[in-house]
């Protein structure tokens, strides 16, 4: 059968205060090493003896509970908010909910706006500069300089998130009747139903995304500063993030490699095509399966995969990007009958596994440049290290 794919090629492409006598703690791990380097610099932490005169010193002592508490405290409401989001339906729908509004345009138009006061506001803050690296366009609206023309930066296609413990913030209230109601709104807050948030009962169509406390910052603490609330907020929003990239990018370290080059991160982000391309073996397989494979098939076997990639055999894939193009008239279809679906391996792009991203990409804007039409997204290149194939990876990933 004649497949249609744009490129028929297996050339390799070769491109150019107790006074007690002071001990240094140890060097903490830098902050880009594997985790298994983190790990071992913490199994190194743990084995430390401390002099008995500063473990002796009351104020050494007191120190140390007071942080083991807080420690303790914040762990302990983690916990919680796992078990909350693990069994309760409000929370459980509210989070499904707000990465559908989120993604709804697949990451084509519209932004999430993310609005708060206070420590809230800097959570926010947080929140967008996670959103962006992760290629999920995001900015912070400052409740106050909305109401004095920053309300110009929502557009009709974004997605409203409110940072607010007490879910009444009076900024956030005041801001609340100048959104548009088209425009879907979650609200992040202590509130485990809406019936109780403020924001809610002026919004009855929010989503609620609880992040509740087990115990008051002040039964905790004696005061009650934002402590516990804002790792709550912070935590919840890294895994709306971590969901939310997980949706829109087939490969996010692709994604975070192009968008933070800089620092000990940047210095640790894989530079090598062979460091980011998708082994063939981590690849869900249907070759083996028996029988005629169909569209439906692909689709299954793409679901249950974490590549999202499929296979027959070793030498045909079958990439994300066209899985996501299947239609309802293709789920009956032998995959093999499906036009421009199943890449053999005679037209994959093969490029030495050495080679640098940016010398890739590079290659590859020189080609379209040309013109040529069999170096587009769609394409597939492998990874080639000592005549093997390592990997494979869809142009459109690389050229982000």
Known sequence: MALDHPVQNSEVYLLGSCHAPHVPPPSPPSPATPCEELSSGLDGLMSITLPESDISCPTFRQRLSNAVHVLGTEATALSCLTRLYETDPVARSGFNSAVSAITRFKGDKGKLVICGVGKSGHIAKKLVATMNSLKIHATYLHPTEALHGDLGKVGKYDTILLITFSGKTPELLSLLPHFDTSLPLIVLTSHTHPSTCEIAKHRPDTILLPAPIHKSETDSFGFNAPTTSTTMALALGDALAVVISNELHINVQAVFSQNHPGGAIGQAIPKKLSDLVIPLTDIWDV????????????????????????????????????????GTGDMDEPAMCIPGLMVPCQEWIEIPGQTELAQAKEFFKARRREGDSGFSDDAILVAMVEGERVGVMEVGELMG
Do not use: E
Request: hydrophobic share 40%; aromatic share 4%; glycine share 12%.
């Open 287 to 326: 070759g083996n399966s028996g029988g005629v494979v169909t569209g439906a098939h692909v689709l299954m076997s793409a679901y249950k995969s974490k590549t999202h990639w499929v296979r027959a055999g070793m030498d045909v894939v079958i990439p994300p990007r066209r899985i996501k193009r299947l």
